[in-house]
C-alpha cells in the first residue's frame, strides 16, 4: 500500500478542492517527477509538462487554461522550504486533477527485473490503465525488483521504466509500442541508441539490461528471475549514471 506525504484532489472546472481520488485505471493520463533538494528541484520538469500535455491532446481532455493550472496546483502544494526526495505524480481526467507526494525509493544495487506476458492499453501513453501493474508490483519489493512487460515473444518496458539493452557496447530500445519517458528521451540526446525488436530469445546475448525512469534514474538490472542471464557488464551503466549525475546536480530551482 502506498504511503502519501500529500494527496489532493482539484476540480478541473473552478479549481475547487475535492475529496482525493488517485484516479487510477480511469480514463486519463499523468506523469511521475523527481522531487529533490532544498529548495526543491524537479528533474526534467518542463519536459515532463510537456509529456503530459501532448498526453493531454491525445486523449482530447486537453484546454488552454490546464497547464497553468497544473503549475499552479503544484506550486500552491511545495514547501519551498522543505528539503525532498520524493515522487511528485500528477494525474488528470475529463473533470478532476490530482497530485500526490511518496517517499522516493532508492533501488538496490543488486536489482532484477520479472518477466510478464502483459500489454499496457494504449501504450503509447501514460494513461491509467494501471491497475494489473499495479498488482504485481504491490506483491514486490520495488526497491530491488520490477516486471518487464512482454507480449508474445518480445520485451518492450517494465512497470516503471524504459528499458535499454547494451550488446557489445551498443545501445538498444524496443522500437516502438511502449511508452517513451522523459528520461529516455534525455538519454536518446546524449547517446546512439538504436531502435529494433528485442525478443525474449535473444536475451542471453545481451551484456547489460539498463532501466531507464523518473523514480530510479538509471539502474543496471543483475538477474532476470525465471531466466538464466545475469548481467556480464557494467560499462555503459557507468558512462550513463554519470551522465545523468551531472544532469541532476545542473537542474534549476523552479520555485523562485
Known amino acids: 500500500?502506498?504511503?502519501?506525504?500529500?494527496?489532493?484532489?482539484?476540480?478541473?472546472?473552478?479549481?475547487?478542492?475535492?475529496?482525493?481520488?488517485?484516479?487510477?485505471?480511469?480514463?486519463?493520463?499523468?506523469?511521475?517527477?523527481?522531487?529533490?533538494?532544498?529548495?526543491?528541484?524537479?528533474?526534467?520538469?518542463?519536459?515532463?509538462i510537456e509529456n503530459l500535455i501532448k498526453s493531454l491532446k491525445a486523449y482530447k481532455i486537453y484546454d488552454k487554461t490546464i497547464k497553468s493550472k497544473i503549475l499552479k496546483v503544484i506550486s500552491e502544494n511545495i514547501d519551498k522550504t522543505k528539503s525532498y526526495?520524493?515522487?511528485?505524480?500528477?494525474?488528470?481526467?475529463k473533470k478532476i486533477i490530482s497530485i500526490s507526494l511518496r517517499n522516493r525509493v532508492k533501488p538496490k544495487r543488486k536489482f532484477g527485473i520479472k518477466l510478464v506476458h502483459y500489454k499496457r492499453?494504449?501504450?503509447?501513453?501514460?494513461?491509467?490503465?494501471?491497475?494489473?501493474?499495479?498488482?504485481?508490483?504491490?506483491?514486490?519489493?520495488t526497491s530491488k525488483?520490477?516486471?518487464?512487460?512482454?507480449?508474445?515473444?518480445?520485451?518492450?518496458?517494465t512497470g516503471t521504466s524504459n528499458l535499454l539493452f547494451v550488446k557489445k557496447n551498443k545501445i538498444y530500445s524496443p522500437k516502438n509500442k511502449y511508452y517513451r519517458g522523459t528520461n529516455i528521451k534525455f538519454y536518446e540526446k546524449k547517446f546512439n541508441i538504436i531502435k529494433k525488436d528485442i525478443y525474449l530469445k535473444e536475451l542471453n546475448n545481451f551484456d547489460e539490461i539498463l532501466l531507464?525512469?523518473?523514480?530510479?534514474?538509471?539502474?543496471?538490472?543483475?538477474?532476470?528471475?525465471?531466466?538464466?542471464?545475469?548481467?556480464?557488464?557494467?560499462?555503459?551503466?557507468?558512462?550513463?549514471?554519470?551522465?545523468?549525475?551531472?544532469?541532476?546536480k545542473k537542474e534549476k530551482y523552479i520555485f523562485n
Request: glycine residues 4%.
Open 1 to 48: 500500500m502506498v504511503k502519501y506525504l500529500l494527496k489532493k484532489s482539484y476540480q478541473r472546472k473552478n479549481f475547487k478542492e475535492i475529496e482525493f481520488d488517485d484516479l487510477w485505471n480511469k480514463d486519463g493520463v499523468f506523469t511521475t517527477m523527481w522531487i529533490y533538494n532544498k529548495p526543491p528541484k524537479i528533474l526534467f520538469f518542463n519536459p515532463h
Open 85 to 93: 526526495n520524493h515522487l511528485l505524480r500528477v494525474a488528470l481526467n
Open 121 to 141: 492499453v494504449k501504450p503509447e501513453y501514460k494513461n491509467l490503465k494501471y491497475k494489473k501493474i499495479l498488482g504485481y508490483l504491490s506483491k514486490m519489493n
Open 145 to 157: 525488483e520490477d516486471i518487464a512487460l512482454c507480449v508474445k515473444d518480445k520485451i518492450f518496458e
Open 212 to 248: 531507464v525512469g523518473s523514480g530510479k534514474g538509471v539502474v543496471s538490472t543483475s538477474y532476470i528471475l525465471d531466466r538464466n542471464w545475469r548481467r556480464k557488464k557494467t560499462k555503459v551503466f557507468n558512462s550513463m549514471y554519470k551522465t545523468f549525475k551531472k544532469e541532476f
